[in-house]
Antibody, heavy 125, light 110 residues
Framework: QVRLQESGPGLVKPSQTLSLTCTVS??????????WNWIRQHPGKGLEWIGNIYYSGRTYYNPSLKSRVSISVDTSKNQFSLRLTSVTAADTAIYYC?????????????????WGQGTLVTVSS | QSMLTQPPSVSAAPGQKVTISCSGSRSNIGNNYVSWYQHLPGTAPKLLIY???QRPSGIPDRFSGSKSGTSATLGITGLQTGDEADYYCGTWDSRLSVGVFGGGTKLTVL
């Protein structure tokens, strides 16, 4: 059974870059045709999809974050990573990594069958 | 403001049935597959339903999903206190090329 674990700083200063890594265990990040996703949840709010990456490097990003976000993959370490630049307090959230099934041609779909436990990132000076 | 609209809360007694609605538009629910998640605060969300009405292995048949037009519904029968959680619908929006979630519905089992 695949497991995902987020890691990274829990506190980031405003205007700096948020960097998180998701380590995948119990399966290869290259197998199964999955896309690897980042999702966040602002305090007391719902879920927000940030973007995803295929092991080949193909990415899709939320248009509302596209100018600030970058997702990369390291297949040798079975990890993928998130970078979010120029953060503000509005980026304070619990960040989840998740394995996704992704169909981009209609009927399209994206669903997440394995999730990490989430990591709280606070943006504050 | 979420692109998908869910009721903020629903409640029912143990053993009863509850439904949670999720309303969208043609570019998301109307043309694409819907999924549903159960989320207990402090834990990882759990996939309950994918492709509108499919259950992953290990999810009991008390949980069901359906879709009609631009709306989807999650049904839960035989409610248990352990079902108290937040429930989210999700899908892909083809017009904006973005994954979208509903705002979430808090289920209370009275």
């Amino acid at each position: 059974q695949v497991r995902l674990q987020e890691s990274g700083p829990g506190l980031v200063k405003p205007s700096q870059t948020l960097s998180l890594t998701c380590t995948v265990s119990g399966g290869s990040i290259k197998s199964g045709g999955y896309y690897w996703n980042w999702i966040r949840q602002h305090p007391g709010k719902g879920l927000e999809w940030i973007g995803n990456i295929y092991y080949s490097g193909r990415t899709y990003y939320n248009p509302s974050l596209k100018s600030r976000v970058s997702i990369s993959v390291d297949t040798s370490k079975n990890q993928f990573s998130l970078r979010l630049t120029s953060v503000t307090a509005a980026d304070t959230a619990i960040y989840y990594c998740a394995r996704g099934n992704f169909i981009v041609v209609e009927p399209a779909g994206i669903w997440f069958d394995s999730w990490g436990q989430g990591t709280l990132v606070t943006v504050s000076s | 403001q979420s692109m998908l609209t869910q009721p903020p809360s629903v409640s029912a007694a143990p053993g009863q049935k509850v439904t949670i609605s999720c309303s969208g538009s043609r570019s998301n629910i109307g043309n694409n597959y819907v999924s549903w998640y159960q989320h207990l605060p402090g834990t990882a969300p759990k996939l309950l339903i994918y492709q509108n009405n499919q259950r992953p292995s290990g999810i009991p048949d008390r949980f069901s999903g359906s879709k009609s037009g631009t709306s989807a519904t999650l049904g839960i029968t035989g409610l248990q206190t352990g079902d108290e959680a937040d429930y989210y619908c999700g899908t892909w929006d083809s017009r904006l090329s973005v994954g979208v979630f509903g705002g979430g519905t808090k289920l209370t089992v009275l």
